[in-house]
């Protein structure tokens, strides 16, 4: 074979890898790939709200797959078992709040205080489960959940605290935001239980006051 013609095979042989094929392949976009992602997506935001709205276990895979247009059997292409879903809605959840209550409010110091205390303990936010803090909605469920939701949960409610304290930015932040939210999640949370909304509002104003009243003694 002239040398010429086994160069142009060479060649050939090289382009056709299997290998080489692959890479290639796998660096254009494939359509049901960005499905999947698109899906993923749509059912964790309504597995982070249902969950607010219902508990852990108000939100069966059933519901959810139905809530985001999809079947029950497509939920194992997306999680391994329930508690993973959870888990994952839990960072979609705690994400959400931390736009709401951090990233949305460019102030910082007291400046930044009192516009939170304000949207926190807030009667829309007592009025709206679904889409506000999963610590008051969810903290009794997860108490009872595995290991696998605990530390969801563990993780969204350090990263509240860790962007509260910055936005303190005083030398005893870190106490301080562990008592603000502790103060707010104890509040809203009986706000939403008691029938009555005079007292719902009441429970409201005293968080408000005592939360107010601590940011202006440091």
């Known amino acids: 074979m002239p040398l010429a013609s086994r160069g142009r095979d060479c060649n050939n042989l090289t382009t056709d890898m299997p290998g080489t094929r692959a890479r290639a392949k796998t660096s254009e976009p494939r ?20 969950m607010r709205e219902r508990g852990l276990a108000g939100a069966s895979v059933n519901d959810v797959m139905g809530a985001a247009g999809l079947t029950r059997g497509g939920f194992y292409a997306h999680f391994p078992d329930k508690d993973e879903m959870v888990a ?36 829309r936010h007592v009025d709206s489960p679904g889409t506000g803090c999963a610590v008051p909605a969810l ?12 530390r969801a949960f563990q993780r969204g409610v350090a990263s509240m605290f860790a962007a509260m304290e910055k936005k303190l930015a ?37 968080a408000k006051r005592a939360t107010k009243k601590r940011g202006s003694s440091k």
């Open 31 to 50: 359509p049901h790939q960005a499905r999947r992602v698109r899906s993923h997506a749509k059912i964790l935001g309504k597995a982070a709200r249902m």
């Open 139 to 150: 903290g009794a469920d997860v108490s009872r959940s595995a290991p696998t939701v605990k």
């Open 88 to 123: 994952e809605a839990l960072d979609r959840a705690f994400e959400e709040a931390m736009q709401q209550l951090i990233t949305s409010i460019p102030e910082e110091g007291e400046a930044w205080l009192e516009r939170a205390i304000g949207r926190y303990l807030s009667e």
């Open 170 to 206: 005083t030398d005893e932040g870190r106490e301080h935001s562990i008592a603000l939210l502790s103060t707010w999640v104890g509040a809203l949370t009986l706000a939403r239980a008691v029938h009555d909304r005079a007292m719902a509002r009441e429970i409201l104003d005293v």
